[in-house]
């Protein structure tokens, strides 16, 4: 007997629909709203889900939504799968001579929100069909968040329960520097943690030729933005790859006056997250030694952003799983680590789950983009693709398929 296979329906699935949700993305790219603001987008995302027989509810500040699959009868107790998009742009001015150009002032999807914003649409569409005709093996609960790049959409769904009572959680991100078909896949820390730091210097100020009677805050200030970096690279361990690299340094105002106070800011990125966590309290102690050595007063202000988002391995499996399943053995490749943040991190620390990259480069898109960038664009083959990789990981998630493929008979095992 063959078993029925509910991935089976989905590329019919997506030769009828993959044209309306590019025409769904592409209307969102020329509507773009900032995190928090995104009241259009809330409002087109949860008409389609409606549409498709769903009931989503909205968060409490008015952007973002969750929607929940299959469950209610006979799976009440089965897995919760969570799938996550973002819906938010950013500040950005869009500088492509495309149709579907932003057509709000300094305002851009140059991250590619409104691509994983249509997949996970798609995505739903599909699982919700499985599960009107009860093949959905337990509950996959879509996460539209808003204020991704704020950052801290996350942390509104957490506060509104959104993953209490979720086993797993997974996401995608558009990655333009992989080929399109392809799924960028690592164990362990993908994003990093970015905090920002200011440290602000003060002393008695006075004559640039008595230095010894006060104390010299420029030079102080200056053996602080040297120092810090060095001496943070023997103090934690390499692997953490913190690093601290400062933007904006500046004290004084004359030739021949040594001035009374005097500022650093810069950030702290880190890919660890017990190093994160530690950075902190190790770099008020390295500013305090420093300062004191040179007579002048030091405050850190250290503003917390994005922990690192730590991929958890079995999570990680079940995506490789899913990635070969969908789209064949070799469409899955190895993510470096980044040093950009991403909020999602922010579950990973209730929850296991993991995120991957979503090649992007491809047909008349250019080897050069990158995100953050107004010439930003995707090749839009990468949203039918997405959708088969959330769809194949919720169901391998949700033991629906075989986790690791049956090996074909005959064919050796290499262990
Ligand atoms: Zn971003
Ligand atoms: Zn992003």
Redesign the pocket.
Same mark, same amino acid.
């Given at each position: 007997m063959r078993g029925h296979d509910p991935l089976g329906g989905l590329d019919a699935f997506l030769s009828q629909y993959t044209g309306e949700l590019i025409t769904f993305r592409r209307d969102l790219h020329a509507h773009p709203e900032l995190g928090y603001h995104e009241h259009r987008t809330t409002r087109l995302v949860s008409g389609r889900l409606a549409s498709a027989g769903l009931r989503p509810s909205v968060l409490p500040k008015g952007t973002g939504l969750l929607a929940d699959i299959g469950g209610s009868d006979g799976h009440a107790r089965g897995p919760v799968i969570a799938l996550r998009a973002d819906l938010d742009a @950013?500040p950005v001015a869009d500088e492509k001579n495309v149709p579907y150009r932003s057509t709000v002032r300094n305002t851009c999807h140059a991250?590619g929100h409104d691509v994983h914003t249509a997949i996970l649409v798609g995505a739903g569409i599909f699982l919700a069909r499985l599960a009107a005709a009860g093949e959905l093996p337990g509950r996959v609960r879509l996460v539209f968040q808003p204020a +991704? +790049?704020v950052p801290g959409g996350a942390l509104d769904v957490l506060a509104a329960g959104g993953i209490a009572s979720v086993d797993r959680i997974f996401a995608l991100h558009c990655d333009p520097r992989l080929d399109v078909g392809k799924i960028g896949l690592r164990t362990g820390p993908i994003t990093a943690a970015c905090d920002k730091i200011v440290v602000r210097v003060a002393g008695p100020g006075g004559h640039t030729a008595r230095p010894h009677l006060t104390a010299d805050l420029v030079y102080a200030l200056g053996k602080i933005v040297t120092e810090l970096p060095a001496a943070l690279s023997r103090r934690v361990d390499p692997r953490s790859s913190l690093s601290l690299v400062w933007g904006k340094v500046s004290a004084g105002s004359a030739a021949n006056a040594i001035p009374d106070d005097g500022i650093a800011e810069g950030t702290v990125r880190c890919l660890d997250d017990e190093a994160w966590h530690a950075a902190p309290d190790l770099l008020k102690a390295l500013i305090d030694s420093v300062a004191s050595a040179y007579g002048v007063f030091a405050e850190l202000s250290y503003q917390r952003n994005v922990p690192p988002t730590v991929n958890e391995a079995a999570s990680v499996q079940i995506l490789a799983d899913a990635t070969a399943q969908a789209l064949g053995p070799d469409a899955a490749a190895p993510a470096p680590q980044s040093l950009g943040g991403e909020d999602f991190a922010w579950y990973l620390e209730s929850i296991p789950g993991a995120l991957a990259r979503l090649g992007t480069r491809g047909q008349n898109i250019g080897d050069d983009l990158d @995100?953050?960038q107004g010439t930003f664009d995707v090749d839009e083959r990468a949203i039918g693709i997405g959708i088969k990789v959330m769809v194949a990981a919720a169901l391998t998630a949700l033991g629906g398929r075989a986790v690791t493929p049956e090996p074909l008979p005959g064919t050796a095992t290499v262990g």
């Open positions: @950013l991250c +991704e +790049e @995100l953050h």
